[in-house]
């Protein structure tokens, strides 16, 4: 499933070549992903400028000049993809949108799986507002600080992976980046929430441990493990700079280690760490 990294660089994708264009069609090619397609959808947007597009979590917003807004998830396999066939054909079997510009550009929304979903938000409804109340703050917002984290997580049990993987508490991260934080902070994932939220050093150190490993993600374009590509079909690199995710019976990077890379599954999910240099005591 795309995470922060990966929607963070298709939002960028989808500014740079979308904002201030305007929309001349869209061509549904399958009716239903997660949700059915919205069937006021191509003619709620034809005409419409796109003047903005944001990020939250793990959402995209574009924003038209109708003051509507096209609200996106990815699920696991969705994508946007610069269609650079010169005729106006399916060219995949897993295209399932084509956005047709104003000057003839196309953007091709794929999706393997069809677990993303498009929602169209009218000026009527608050679904975006909604769903911000929801979700905790953005991992990489002002919001998102050593004191939110610590106040949040100070009466809770679970274990400090199941809390970051959890959107309600802190929005955009997932099982790899969760991972790769985790090891940078020195924090096992088995550890106890409440626990962490003792010493606020140690909380302040996975606060910024998350960001640092966001932001390196971005700048290398992400991970490529499966499916994502920018809209260029460009793979990023994140993947290449594992300490831990996906390192099960490996030696750990750290030099001054001489274990393995574990993997154990907590809630189902599979969860990497380094036993000799994630602890679960405090400091």
């Known amino acids: 499933m795309p995470e922060l990294p990966e929607v963070e660089i298709i939002k960028n994708n989808l500014s740079d070549y979308l904002v201030n264009k305007t929309f001349h069609s869209i061509k549904v090619f399958t009716s239903k992903l997660r949700y059915k397609i919205p069937h006021n959808l191509a003619e709620s947007v034809k005409n419409q400028r796109v003047t903005h597009i944001s990020r939250v979590a793990k959402y995209i917003i574009v924003s038209l000049d109708n003051n509507y807004a096209l609200l996106i998830h990815l699920g696991m396999t969705g994508n946007f993809l610069i269609n650079t066939k010169k005729k106006n054909q399916k060219d995949s079997k897993h295209v399932r949108i ?9 953007i091709d929304y ?3 799986r069809k677990f993303g979903f498009f929602k169209l938000v009218t000026p009527q409804k608050n679904e975006i507002r909604k769903l911000l109340a929801e979700l905790g703050p953005d991992a990489l917002s002002d919001e998102f600080n050593t004191n939110y984290l610590q106040n949040t997580l100070k009466n809770r ?3 400090i992976k199941s809390a970051l993987l959890n959107q309600k ?4 991260i997932g099982n790899i980046y969760a991972s790769e934080a985790l090891f940078r902070a020195k924090i096992s994932p088995i550890t106890e929430s409440k626990k962490i939220a003792k010493d606020k ?3 302040s150190d996975l606060v910024s441990s998350i960001k640092f490993i966001l932001n390196d993600a971005i700048q290398v374009g992400g991970s490529t493990i499966k499916d994502h590509k920018n809209m260029k079909g460009e793979s990023g690199y994140f993947q290449y700079k594992f300490n831990v995710y996906n390192r099960e019976n490996m030696e750990c990077n750290d030099q001054n ?3 393995k890379i574990k993997r154990i599954v907590q809630t189902g999910r599979s969860s990497f760490y380094c036993e000799k240099c994630q602890k679960t005591g405090s400091r």
Not at 98 to 106: A, L, P, T, Y
Not at 169 to 172: A, N
């Open 169 to 172: 508490i802190v929005g955009g």
């Open 257 to 259: 280690c001489d274990s």
């Open 201 to 203: 050093i140690k909380i």
């Open 98 to 106: 084509r956005f047709v510009m104003s000057d003839e550009s196309k």
């Open 110 to 112: 794929v999706d393997i």
């Open 157 to 159: 049990t679970v274990n």
